[in-house]
T-cell receptor, first 116, second 115 residues
Framework: AQKVTQAQTEISVVEKEDVTLDCVYE???????LFWYKQPPSGELVFLIR??????QNEISGRYSWNFQKSTSSFNFTITASQVVDSAVYFC?????????????FGSGTRLQVQP | EPEVTQTPSHQVTQMGQEVILRCVPI?????FYWYRQILGQKVEFLVS????????KSEIFDDQFSVERPDGSNFTLKIRSTKLEDSAMYFC?????????????FGPGTRLTVL
């Protein structure tokens, strides 16, 4: 089965706290791409990051960082020093490639509320 | 920065009516997609389109749905006879030029309300 799980339904933090959003997946594919998207209250889906299954280097972009661990099938997202503008629903998604699929498979999303 | 656009932003229709949702993908992209998100739920894949034909579709994408690229810029999703359960946000996405592994960039969505 190919599945993406975001077990945290909702997280609430106070501004300036660090927060980690978890994403685990199941697949037997050897080639896949991993993504995070942000959905602010306005509703659009904003691309944040794309990694491939062969590159386990962690990535940092400003206050955002991503930790990909193939051994635990996880692709976690950390926001450092959170801000109110980070309040959104965050989706982890995977593109499973071995069978030539085109679709992104999304997790159920984690709603992050950052309180001032 | 190039972006995907969608019209209308909100469509209200009566059950049984036909609706057409419109998208303008990023101009040099070759791969196009429709997804939907029922309120408060996950984003679900509907269909992908490449080289003027459907390359993959989900179980949701039944005979009531069709897609078309009528000209060089627009990409449309038609629902022939809407049902109450078709109420959702519909997102168009476009991928790049290298292949289906390219990042999919999403439009702002069309909220469809079926009464």
């Amino acid at each position: 089965a190919q599945k993406v799980t975001q077990a945290q339904t909702e997280i609430s933090v106070v501004e300036k706290e660090d927060v980690t959003l978890d994403c685990v997946y199941e697949t037997r594919d050897t080639t896949y791409y991993l993504f995070w998207y942000k959905q602010p209250p306005s509703g659009e889906l904003v691309f944040l990051i794309r990694r491939n299954s062969f590159d386990e280097q962690n990535e940092i972009s400003g206050r955002y960082s991503w930790n990909f661990q193939k051994s635990t099938s996880s692709f976690n997202f950390t926001i450092t020093a959170s801000q109110v503008v980070d309040s959104a629903v965050y989706f982890c998604a995977l593109h499973f490639m071995d069978t030539g699929r085109r679709a992104l498979t999304f997790g159920s999303g984690t709603r992050l509320q950052v309180q001032p | 920065e190039p972006e995907v656009t969608q019209t209308p932003s909100h469509q209200v229709t009566q059950m049984g009516q036909e609706v057409i949702l419109r998208c303008v993908p990023i101009s040099n992209h070759l791969y196009f997609y429709w997804y939907r998100q029922i309120l408060g739920q996950k984003v679900e894949f509907l269909v992908s389109f490449y080289n003027n034909e459907i390359s993959e579709k989900s179980e949701i994408f039944d005979d009531q749905f069709s897609v078309e690229r009528p000209d060089g810029s627009n990409f449309t999703l038609k629902i022939r006879s809407t049902k109450l359960e078709d109420s959702a946000m519909y997102f168009c996405a476009s991928g790049g030029t290298s292949g289906p592994q390219d990042t999919q960039y999403f439009g702002p969505g069309t909220r469809l309300t079926v009464l």
